[in-house]
């Protein structure tokens, strides 16, 4: 694999972006540098990353604030040029925060901040982010949010759901999109989305927390494999 | 002149509100079943300084739109009086 540059934003709060950083640098030739939010130099980067954590103390509304950081603005026109940005459960808020994607994500119904394992199944097996993956194949990959109920309007949805962005939706260990698996209330099982142009992702489970045997699940693993690989063009 | 906008931020009624529903649950145990729901918002103060009412009202508006509430999820209110 030739080399790839991934680089964490790191927000004042942020706190899986070591994790990431570990969790990337375990491939061979990809290279993790760590983008500071005051920043505006994304150094050469490939892939940008907004990890999960707590940015700005989720003052006023997750990711709200540090949507408008000074690096969000290079990463916001990195996205528009169509490369690859993924976001991690709080990374997940900042990018619905910034407009890059969709609906929003509010208080878990259970008004309970979760911190589980969770099992996923792969709806979109045809992105950047997901082709390492079968169709319909369940992954566990752990949740830890209070916010992570993700709503949107009726059209919204039906736009996500004809143009395929809907990618991991919550279920049970045989696949079916229960109501018990979906512990966050989030309309149809959502737990990640794409853009429309399919190079922004964004998830509420941390695959970071799932890439080594260790951790107790590796499935996170092929979501970075797939998407080196395609930056890449290996 | 500078204004003192009193804005309120609430979730749009479609949308579930769990802290509110805990707050009525918990004042139904207090004895009080007359009340019907709770929905909990946001009430903010900002002075801002600007040439006349409606360029202070605009200001408003804008930040409302842009920062204080997200329009995916909140509807926004607000009053303008001049501070003295």
Partial sequence: ?234 | MVYKAKIRVTLRPSILDVQGKAAQHALANLGYSSVESVRIGKYMEVTIDGNSADEAGRICTEICQKLLSNPVMEDFTFELEPVN
């Fill in chain 1, 1 to 234: 694999m030739a080399d790839v540059t991934v680089g964490i934003v790191v927000f004042p709060g942020s706190n899986c972006d070591h994790d990431t950083e570990f969790a990337v640098a375990s491939f061979p030739g990809v290279r993790p540098v760590m983008l500071w939010h005051n920043d505006h130099d994304l150094q050469g980067s490939d892939v940008i990353i907004l990890p999960g954590g707590f940015s700005y103390g989720d003052y006023l509304r997750c990711g709200s604030i540090a949507r408008f950081s000074p690096i969000m603005r290079e990463v916001i026109e990195f996205a528009r040029k169509g490369r690859p940005v993924l976001g991690i459960c709080n990374g997940f808020q900042v990018l619905v925060e910034s407009g890059l994607l969709e609906g929003a994500l509010i208080r878990n119904t259970g008004k309970k901040f979760i911190c589980r394992q969770s099992t996923i199944k792969v709806v979109n097996n045809g992105t950047i982010f997901t082709d390492g993956y079968r169709a319909d194949e369940v992954l566990r990959i752990p949740v830890a949010h209070g916010e992570g109920n993700y709503i949107a309007s009726p059209e919204t949805i039906e736009s996500l759901e004809e143009h395929g962005q809907i990618v991991f939706r919550y279920t049970d260990a045989e696949g079916r999109e229960t109501v018990e698996a979906n512990f966050n209330g989030s309309l149809g099982n959502i737990a990640g989305i794409v853009n429309r142009e399919g190079n922004v992702l964004g998830l509420m489970p941390h695959p970071e927390r799932a890439s080594e045997k260790l951790l107790g699940s590796e499935d996170g693993r092929r979501l970075f494999e797939s998407l080196f690989r395609h930056v890449t063009g290996a």
